[in-house]
């Protein structure tokens, strides 16, 4: 480094024309033979050094301190307040909304436009603010926990402790921001009290048993309404039932335990009654519709018989008087012939001739009477 760069300055003595920034202590440079120049102590040099960082540095520091309070001589307090004032403006100007948020931007207070996901501008503040939240999200609350809020008047006048769950979430966000105060207190106090109602109008045994699923789906809708009726912006997803059971106290869970066995004993009871009566009950009746049946079949064969007999007996009647000898000839003849067909019959011929004994089976007569 020459010496008129140095940071100490040249060194030259008097005969320079030139100083050290510290001036010259006047005692000569022992340190090299024949330096007629004269330098300054170490002392000074610490003590020139510390004072220089405490005013900004060294040459480069003061150079660099020199520009800018040259450009603050230029432009002034209120240069540098309104490069202020317009980076400001700048920043305040440009804002990004994520996928699952919606901004609201106001203009002197007043509702302005919504805006969606993506990089948005505005007009600085405080002509216009925005208001960013989260809507894409669902929103969980769960209502129970506390003898307050979890027991509930049943449609039988008994008492059930339900804690539920309600799952919502924004779907307007200019409705949710305007129109209701605290829309999550809205949102379960609106919840709690459809819960009410719909159990209201419910027994205590469909509540804990059976209709479960129907009485979340009625929460659910019951409370859509009414939201809906605030122009809340909220939907409601779905109503979760957590718990649905006779209150602890005082022993009421094991009698109510004990009334619904009771009751599913007689169920049984009466379900098998049943079974036996579809059994028992059908078979009877068949039984009864078979002999009708047969009481009917004989009634109509005796009197069909009957009417066949008096039918032929006015034949035969006719005949009769229209030939007397013929017709009791053959009535004798049928007779014979009804009366010695089936009878064991034995011929004797009257003129076989005198003196001839007639031989008679009597033993096999007996023995095909008796197989008969």
Not at 20 to 38: E, F, I, L, Q, V
Request: charged share 30%; hydrophobic share 35%.
């Amino acid at each position: 480094m020459s010496d008129k760069n140095s940071p100490w300055g040249p060194k030259g003595g008097s005969g320079g024309g030139k100083k050290s920034p510290w001036g010259n202590t006047g005692k000569p440079d022992r340190s090299r033979p024949g330096a007629n120049d004269t330098s300054p102590d170490l002392e000074n040099v610490i003590e020139g050094f510390k004072n220089r960082v405490r005013s900004g540095g060294g040459g480069g520091g003061r150079k660099g301190g020199g520009r800018g309070n040259d450009l603050f001589g230029k432009l002034g307090p209120f240069g540098i307040a309104l490069i202020a004032l317009v980076l400001y403006m700048l920043t305040s100007m440009i804002y990004t909304v994520d996928q699952t948020e919606r901004a609201i931007v106001l203009r002197f207070g007043e509702y302005a436009r919504t805006e969606g996901p993506g990089l948005k501008f505005k007009l600085p503040n405080p002509i216009e603010t925005k208001v960013i939240r989260e809507t894409e999200v669902i929103q969980k609350d769960t209502i129970g926990g506390n003898d307050r809020a979890s027991l509930m008047l049943t449609g039988d006048e008994n008492i059930v402790d339900i804690d539920f769950t309600i799952l919502w979430r924004i779907t307007d966000y200019k409705d949710y921001y305007f129109e209701v105060d605290e829309p999550r207190v809205a949102v379960r106090a609106v919840a709690e009290s459809a819960m009410r109602e719909i159990v209201g109008k419910n027994k205590l045994e469909e509540i804990i048993t059976t209709e479960r699923l129907a009485i979340t789906t009625a929460v659910r809708d019951l409370t859509q309404r009414t939201l809906d009726e605030y122009e809340a912006g909220v939907r409601i997803v779905e109503v979760q039932l957590q718990k649905a059971d006779a209150p602890d106290q005082g022993g009421v869970v094991d009698a109510f335990r004990d009334v619904v066995d009771a009751e599913q004993d007689a169920e049984t009871t009466v379900n098998e009654a049943t079974k036996y009566q579809n059994d028992v009950v059908p078979r009877a009746r068949g039984d009864a519709a078979k002999i009708l049946q047969d009481a009917e079949g004989y009634r109509d064969s005796v009197i069909a018989e009957a009417k066949g007999e008096a039918e032929r007996f006015n034949l035969i009647y006719e005949e009769y008087k229209a030939a007397p000898r013929v017709t009791r000839q053959r009535m004798y003849l049928e007779t014979i012939e009804e009366v010695y067909g089936p009878a064991e019959k034995i011929i004797l011929d009257s003129q076989a001739g005198s003196g001839v004994v007639p031989y008679l089976p009597l033993d096999q007569l007996q023995k095909k009477r008796g197989s008969q």
